[in-house]
């Protein structure tokens, strides 16, 4: 999700007592009009504050909850169609689920086309079940009822009769007390912060890189003294030497962009949100890489027929003018396809994800103009290639660590499909060990111990390469305390979650429950104090938290030693055994779900609906600090003093 780095001083002072009042960011208006006699459709107007958004009507199975409209009666009318919004939402990456999400940030109106049958007489009844989110925090799943009714003989929706209970025949409270409302201490310390996502940035410098890495390949390095002494031969003037010089890079550019975007559409445009997400996608790109890793690795090399670029170069020569100078830099996309191919390929797999075209277009102009730089350059100062170093066996030792790297890069799409589809084949320590494998063989490699069938003789490491191997051999070392659990932060976007990880030594020892009846009365047979979590499986945010600071063994050891934590999910969907009401607002809400228990549990006792949502308790259910959110800056020696005070507070009651 996007963020934004534009809080003031004064918001800042001001937004923890703001944030702890109930946030009602989303409203909902509904409303019938008829398009003839017996046609018509139901408007469902959603009105969204600045800032915040409302996800869309279907999202990919993992991430936050789309927004539903269910009809639980329809009596005397018939659905024509699908329900459609006034604008399509808008898609974007996140990058804590790995998931392409659409959302509305702006009003938006939904309709559902229907037809009278019978009579006339009708009762259409339902509900919209919706999240929205901000770029600090989220509301849990709410819902609105809906209802429109014509002709006496009709009965009440189904939803107004389901079956109802008091909340403590549900809950088998022992003490009311812990449900009531209580007063929250404000703090400016409470207040969430924000952050940014900076993917484009992000995804050019990915992209720049790899055309620097595809530069000192065994089929680009070449190039460069070839088709400069082209140009220099060609012309006469050093002035039109430039421009040619600068022409043909900016000919490198083009034809690199628009070869990216052409094999981008060649999967669809609308297929481009399925990237992140989809098993299919995931395994044909793990394949793809596996592919491109062996053939780096010397087993093979992957060409474009021989003719292409014979027929291009003849062109070349033939031509006279920009027209020859653009088949030239034809012809060397040709030629070192080889080597380029590979680094394109992956590069627009993680490229496409982002959604749109705009992310392989961004990123193959970043690719593209690391490429074209060296030779623009060495062709306006000819006596800079006199210090280039000469093409040898070092050529394929680079080409040879890429295949390394690719090789690790594969298993990252692997174990997207895995987490996708639940099959539990690459869990948190299964990767590792394969990266650890990798990395180790690659400093192996880089010291002359390891040899491929194309590479030359190591007679004595040089000092690039053993640095190169300190860094390899380093990076297996460090990954090694993931195989007990250790969070590994600097890799967490790449390995699976630590929730597939089998065995943790660093899983620590304190007690976390996820009914908040039984925790408090396990707090108050052991006298501790109460860490209170509301989360959801939606919220973005709490990932975030919970990775960068939960799972660290600073703040593990104050939970360990101090404190009894109760984890409640306010977007859990279970049914609850008995359904039951109860009256916010002057209104009564209906409680079918675990989450809908929970959420109404921090709206009522808290006067808050956001997550992450963190306070801390004594044993009658009273906060004794004030609430915690969203960290942007992920501290996590604050968090850790604050865990502290809490402690200090509740021995001095």
């Known amino acids: 999700m996007q963020r934004i780095y534009s809080l003031l001083f004064c918001i800042i002072v001001f937004a923890g007592i703001a944030n702890a009042q109930l946030q009602t960011p989303i409203t909902w208006t509904t409303s019938m009009k008829m398009s003839s006699e017996n046609e018509g459709k139901i408007i469902f107007n959603a009105e969204i504050e600045d800032g915040?958004?409302?996800?869309?009507?279907?999202l990919p199975e993992g991430g936050p909850n789309p927004t539903k409209i269910t009809f639980d009666t329809l009596e005397g009318v018939e659905l024509l169609g699908e329900i459609t919004p006034s604008v399509q939402p808008t898609e974007t990456v996140d990058m804590i689920f790995n998931l392409t999400l659409g959302w509305w940030s702006s009003n938006v109106s939904l309709e559902q086309k229907f037809k009278l049958v019978g009579d006339g007489s009708y009762n259409i009844a339902g509900k919209i079940t919706f999240q929205g989110c901000n770029d600090e925090s989220c509301i849990p799943p709410t819902?609105?009822?809906?209802?429109?009714?014509?002709?006496?003989?009709?009965?009440?929706?189904?939803?107004?009769t389901?079956?109802?209970?008091?909340?403590?025949?549900?809950?088998?409270?022992?003490?009311?007390?812990?449900?009531?409302?209580?007063?929250?201490?404000?703090?400016?310390?409470?207040?969430?912060?924000?952050?940014?996502?900076?993917?484009?940035?992000?995804?050019?410098?990915?992209?720049?890189?790899?055309?620097?890495?595809?530069?000192?390949?065994?089929?680009?390095?070449?190039?460069?003294?070839?088709?400069?002494?082209?140009?220099?031969?060609?012309?006469?003037?050093?002035?039109?030497?430039?421009?040619?010089?600068?022409?043909?890079?900016?000919?490198?550019?083009?034809?690199?962009l628009v070869l990216g975007l052409a094999i981008t559409v060649i999967f669809g445009a609308g297929k481009l949100n399925e990237l992140a997400t989809n098993a299919t996608f995931n395994l044909i790109f793990f394949a793809l890489l596996v592919v491109f890793g062996v053939s780096f690795l010397g087993a093979f090399d992957i060409k474009l027929p021989s003719k292409w670029s014979n027929v291009v170069d003849n062109k070349a020569e033939k031509t006279t003018g920009l027209l020859s100078i653009f088949f030239m830099?034809?012809?060397?996309?040709?030629?070192?396809?080889?080597?380029t191919g590979p680094l394109i390929g992956t590069l627009l797999v993680e490229a496409a994800s982002i959604g749109n075209l705009t992310g392989p277009a961004i990123g193959m102009s970043g690719f593209a103009i690391a490429l074209a730089i060296p030779f623009t350059l060495f062709a306006i100062f000819p006596s800079m290639l006199k210090e280039l170093p000469r093409s040898g066996g070092w050529l394929n030792s680079v080409k040879v660590v890429l295949g390394f790297l690719e090789l690790a890069l594969a298993l990252k799409f692997l174990s997207v499909a895995d987490l996708c589809e639940g099959w539990g084949i690459l869990d948190?320590?299964?990767?590792?060990?394969?990266?650890?494998v990798i990395f180790a063989l690659l400093g192996m490699y880089l010291l002359g111990k390891l040899k491929f069938s194309h590479d030359s003789d190591v007679e004595y490491v040089s000092i690039p390469r053993f640095f190169l191997a300190l860094v390899s051999f380093s990076f297996a070392m460090y990954l090694i305390p993931g195989l007990w659990g250790a969070p590994l932060k600097s890799v967490s976007a790449f390995v699976p979650p630590l929730k597939t990880q089998d065995f943790n030594l660093y899983g620590g020892g304190f007690k976390e429950f996820d009914d908040y009846e039984e925790g408090m009365r396990y707090a108050q047979e052991h006298n501790m104090p109460v860490l209170m979590d509301f989360t959801g499986y939606g919220c973005v945010n709490c990932r975030k938290m919970e990775s960068a600071v939960f799972d660290t063994e600073q703040v593990r050891k104050v939970l360990e030693d101090n404190y009894v934590l109760i984890k409640l999910v306010t977007d859990d969907k279970t049914k609850l055994s008995n359904p039951y009401k109860v009256t916010e607002d002057g209104k009564d809400v209906l409680i079918e779900t675990v989450g809908e228990k929970w959420a109404y549990l921090q709206r009522h006792k808290f006067s808050a609906s956001t997550q992450p949502y963190y306070i801390v308790l004594d044993n009658a259910g009273n906060a004794i600090s004030p609430y915690r959110s969203y960290d942007a800056n992920e501290n996590v020696e604050d968090f850790k003093n604050w865990l502290l005070k809490g402690v200090e507070e509740y021995k001095t009651k």
Request: charged share 20%; hydrophobic share 50%; aromatic share 14%.
């Open 52 to 58: 915040w958004h409302l996800y869309a009507l279907t």
């Open 143 to 160: 819902k609105e009822i809906f209802e429109f009714i014509k002709g006496d003989a009709i009965t009440k929706a189904n939803v107004e």
């Open 162 to 256: 389901v079956a109802v209970a008091e909340r403590k025949d549900n809950t088998a409270s022992n003490s009311d007390a812990w449900w009531n409302p209580v007063d929250v201490p404000a703090s400016e310390e409470s207040a969430p912060q924000s952050t940014t996502d900076a993917p484009w940035w992000e995804i050019f410098l990915w992209g720049f890189l790899g055309g620097l890495a595809a530069l000192i390949t065994p089929c680009v390095w070449p190039l460069i003294p070839m088709t400069v002494s082209f140009f220099l031969k060609k012309n006469d003037s050093k002035a039109k030497s430039i421009r040619d010089a600068v022409t043909y890079g900016v000919s490198i550019i083009i034809i690199y």
């Open 329 to 339: 830099a034809f012809t060397l996309a040709l030629v070192s396809f080889s080597c």
């Open 428 to 436: 948190r320590e299964v990767f590792l060990v394969l990266w650890i």
